[in-house]
């Protein structure tokens, strides 16, 4: 057989293909480039794990045309697929595994060997792919060549995991800045803060719908439950809230204890009833989802929640505050405080849902008056609607 180089590969790797816009696009363009270079690879799977809420490994799969993507989520160590696979052992501390499929002595003891052989495949070889920190991910490759791969293969293979596993290390490294970031920041937040604005004072002024949520009975319901099962309680009522804010758009800035404030930017005058609707659109999404996770701790013998949500329209100061080492993206201004101060209406009205002539004059539909009000701290009077138990036909 043909000597071949991994070479040039390893060359377009650190000088062009680090610069590539994903991982996904790298391990297409690589494994391509590396099959042009003269290794016969038919089938190849890239494992990592994340440090994401959600997803626990991704795995990153080439089949000879394209890379697919699937991620594991939390329960995915504990699963019989993991569990029973090459992919655990390399985890476990094995450097290696390699099947010769072509051999009749050829060990079936995984499930994905016996998937590979009924493919064609003649060879399988999996090996570590070891991150700076230490964490074990892997590779794996196929082929379908007569006699399958040679010493020389696994050699120039082995030239290219380092260089790889330092590639694909820093974009793992971005991905989690970004998720971390999305996760305790909120979308927006965290990408401005990904794009420099990370000085006490960045910021600028923005009109928005301001969205500002509390649970009912928080005190006697902590007291009742106890810790563990209230932070339950809490998780439900949040995924019912804040949930419905960030499937309609919005960004949840901050949790502030059993409360959270919310924003839907207005990106100028001719969105502004489309951002209102979206924000209440959610408002009405709160009213499925807690009636839905209620029914769920209902039957399961557990109390139910009560919540109230406050909407205005006004312009905020979206940027950092805090000090020069600890800083929070967040909205300040008359219209977050004021929105504060509309949502505490729902206990004396009684209603789920309050909002400020803002957004039903945004709207252009007429809800019914709950009356006009002094709020405390706030220096001036304000008529708050009632959101109708139904959306207009």
Not at 293 to 307: I, K, Q, V
Not at 350 to 367: I, N, P, Y
Request: one cysteine or more; a negative charge; charged letters at 25%.
């Amino acid at each position: 057989m043909t000597t071949w180089s991994i070479t040039p590969v390893i060359d377009w790797l650190m000088h062009k293909g680090r610069h590539m816009a994903s991982p996904e696009e790298v391990v297409g363009e690589l494994c391509a480039r590396v099959r042009a270079a003269g290794l016969p690879i038919e089938r190849v799977g890239f494992f990592f794990w994340t440090l994401h809420p959600q997803d626990l490994g991704i795995a990153l799969q080439w089949d000879g045309e394209r890379v697919s993507v699937l991620r594991g989520d939390r329960g995915l160590r504990q699963s019989e697929a993991y569990i029973n696979s090459p992919a655990a052992r390399i985890v476990a501390g094995e450097r290696v595994i390699r099947r010769r499929l072509e051999r009749d002595d050829c060990p079936i003891d995984f499930p994905v060997i016996a998937e590979v052989k009924a493919l064609g495949m003649t060879d399988y070889v999996m090996s570590e792919v070891i991150f700076s920190s230490g964490q074990r991910n892997s590779v794996s490759l196929a082929t379908r060549r007569p006699g399958g791969f040679t010493d020389h293969d696994i050699e120039e293979v082995q030239r290219l995991l380092h260089p790889f596993a330092l590639v694909m290390e820093n974009f793992t490294n971005r991905e989690l800045a970004r998720t971390l970031l999305e996760t305790y920041l909120g979308r927006s937040a965290g990408l401005r803060v990904l794009e420099g604005q990370i000085q006490r004072g960045d910021g600028e002024e923005i009109d928005a719908v301001i969205w500002f949520s509390d649970l009912r009975e928080s005190t006697p319901l902590a007291a009742r439950l106890g810790e563990r099962r209230f932070l339950e309680l809490l998780n439900d009522y949040f995924e019912a809230t804040a949930g419905a804010v960030l499937e309609h758009g919005g960004e949840v800035l901050r949790f502030i204890g059993d409360a959270s404030l919310a924003v839907f930017p207005v990106p100028g005058i001719a969105e502004r009833r489309a951002t209102c609707e979206r924000a209440v659109g959610a408002a009405r999404s709160v009213r499925v989802k807690a009636g839905e996770a209620n029914a769920r701790r209902a039957g399961a013998g557990l109390p139910t929640f009560a919540y109230g949500v406050g909407l205005h329209l006004g312009r905020v100061l979206y940027g950092n505050i805090g000090t020069p080492t600890r800083l929070e993206f967040s909205v300040i201004g008359a219209a977050a405080n004021e929105t504060a101060r509309i949502e505490s209406l729902c206990k004396d009205t009684g209603r789920d849902v309050v909002v400020s002539g803002g957004v039903t004059q945004a709207l252009g539909e007429q809800w019914e008056s709950l009356g006009t009000f002094e709020l405390r701290g706030v220096g001036r009077a304000i008529e708050v609607y009632a959101m109708p138990d139904e959306a207009p036909a």
